[in-house]
């Protein structure tokens, strides 16, 4: 038993692709979505400790380079499909912790054990940590559906996908991020030219909210 089954899985996070089975112009796969959700995170976390607001930087970073990994063993699963039922959900993240609890007690060397069960368990909780990992998360889904529209994809699913993380977005329970997003980030989104009006688009939320 050694580490070395850890490492090289870190290849496997390149080779799945986020939103499998649809058209588009740009691939993106896990591994390169979990540092660009350490980014956004990192950004924001600095803006709200600018703010007041206490950072606990070594759980950020965990909770941010980690909270995808057990997509190695299940794949990527569309926000849809994950998200059609609780159940569903549910019973999705006990698969995801049985297989990770395997993964560790099997690959990983036993004094590095307890470390890796609090490092990769589940990320989005109540800290400011975890909701600014859950707004990371859904930021990259929101830019990856941007990047697709803006290149001229009729595709429905990216539509859906871009409300959607907007939505979840504009909801999540970080005053001062959301108030920068909306405020900030959408205005230069919808000032930039796009092959899909981005500006109705993101209108149809904001009048809901």
Same mark, same amino acid.
């Given at each position: &038993? ?7 899985? %870190?290849?496997? %996070?390149? #080779?799945?692709? #986020?939103?499998?089975?649809?058209? @588009?112009? =740009? ?10 959700? /350490?980014? $956004?995170? &990192? ?11 206490? +950072?606990?930087?070594? /759980?950020? $970073?965990? *909770? ?23 159940? !569903?959900?549910? &019973? !999705?993240?006990?698969? =995801?912790?049985? &297989? ?18 609090? #490092? ?10 975890? #909701? ?17 529209? *803006?290149?001229?994809?009729?595709? @429905? ?6 409300? /959607?993380?907007?939505? @979840?977005?504009?909801? %999540? ?11 900030? +980030? ?6 930039? *030219? ?6 109705? !688009? ?6 809901? @909210?």
């Amino acid at each position: &038993m050694g580490i070395h089954t850890f490492f090289t899985s %870190l290849n496997d %996070l390149e #080779r799945i692709i #986020r939103a499998p089975g649809r058209f @588009k112009f =740009e691939e993106h796969n896990v591994a390169a979505h979990s540092w660009k959700v /350490s980014q $956004y995170a &990192m950004f924001f976390a600095t803006l709200e400790e600018q703010l007041g607001a206490q +950072i606990n930087w070594k /759980s950020l $970073y965990e *909770k941010t380079i980690n909270h995808d990994f057990a997509e190695v063993f299940i794949g990527d699963i569309k926000t849809p499909v994950k998200h059609a039922s609780p159940e !569903l959900k549910e &019973m !999705l993240a006990v698969v =995801e912790e049985k &297989m990770m609890e395997n993964f560790i007690l099997e690959e990983i060397p036993p004094n590095f054990q307890a470390v890796f069960f609090e #490092r990769m368990k589940e990320g989005k909780d109540a800290t400011i940590e975890g #909701r600014l990992l859950e707004f990371a998360d859904k930021l990259d889904q929101f830019y990856e559906a941007f990047a697709e529209l *803006k290149r001229g994809n009729t595709d @429905k699913e990216f539509v859906y996908m871009y409300q /959607s993380a907007l939505s @979840k977005l504009l909801d %999540l329970p970080l005053p001062n991020s959301v108030h920068y997003f909306r405020h900030e +980030i959408l205005r230069d989104a919808m000032a930039e *030219k796009t092959q899909i009006d981005i500006t109705t !688009l993101t209108q149809e939320i904001l009048k809901s @909210k």
